[in-house]
């Protein structure tokens, strides 16, 4: 890895940290563009994907990577009072940015970021310019705004996260049960992270090791194995 370098490789380590980052193609856009903060163009950027591709945890891997000392605010406890008088740090971040209750909040924090010389970072599922933002000063401001899109996961990205999260919970599983996943399992990195805290539950309740067996007694449903039981 080169100096200053946002990349955190994951590599083939059994135990990962919270800043360790899985890059690929669909979010190597949204990487190089925190790389270059301070030399934004604008004052404010935006990442938007599905819910559990990684923008949350980028966002706490790009403080990190910077030393900035800030906080991420969820939107739906942004107000108005806060977006006042809330001390600024270099980088204002705001996840979950569907999620909006207060936009006169969000639009007084626009322009109190772009007069003190700071910088807003915005994440959410959908573009911003696609949110149904009734506010039309801050409609034409999130319209205006440069957002990345982090797109859907390859299969070595997700064979990757996969790792990661047994890794996590220290559950030791074989390729196999890996590769069944893949080829099964909803193509999501919530998906698979529901899936794995399944397997998790099941690995302690059964005292023994995920298996395959486990893992497609977790993905059926209620009824389908119900359906196997009648068999056995």
């Not at 370098?5 to 925190?34: K, S």
């Not at 890996?178 to 397997?199: D, H, N, P, Q």
Request: glycine share 6%.
């Amino acid at each position: 890895m080169t100096e200053g370098q946002l990349t955190l490789d994951l590599g083939h380590r059994p135990a990962l940290g919270r800043d360790d980052f899985l890059v690929a193609p669909c979010n190597a856009e949204a990487v190089a563009w925190l790389e270059r903060w301070p030399h934004w163009p604008h004052h404010a950027l935006a990442l938007f994907g599905p819910q559990g591709c990684g923008k949350t945890h980028l966002l706490a891997v790009f403080a990190q990577h910077h030393d900035l000392a800030t906080i991420i605010i969820p939107a739906s406890q942004l107000t108005a009072d806060d977006s006042l008088h809330m001390q600024l740090p270099p980088v204002t971040m705001i996840d979950n940015l569907d999620d909006l209750v207060d936009e006169t909040a969000l639009f007084h924090l626009w322009n109190r970021t772009k007069e003190a010389g700071t910088h807003l970072l915005l994440a959410g599922r959908t573009a911003p310019a696609r949110l149904p933002v009734h506010l039309p000063d801050l409609r034409s401001r999130l319209a205006s705004l440069h957002a990345v899109g982090i797109g859907a996961p390859d299969e070595s990205l997700l064979a990757a996260v996969l790792i990661k999260l047994f890794s996590d919970r220290q559950l030791r599983v074989g390729e196999d049960v890996v590769t069944y996943i893949l080829g099964r399992a909803e193509r999501s990195f919530a998906a698979m992270g529901e899936l794995v805290a399944r397997l998790d539950r099941e690995s302690l309740s059964r005292h023994k090791a995920v298996s395959i067996r486990m893992v497609r007694d977790a993905l059926a449903g209620p009824d389908d194995r119900q359906g196997e039981l009648t068999w056995i």
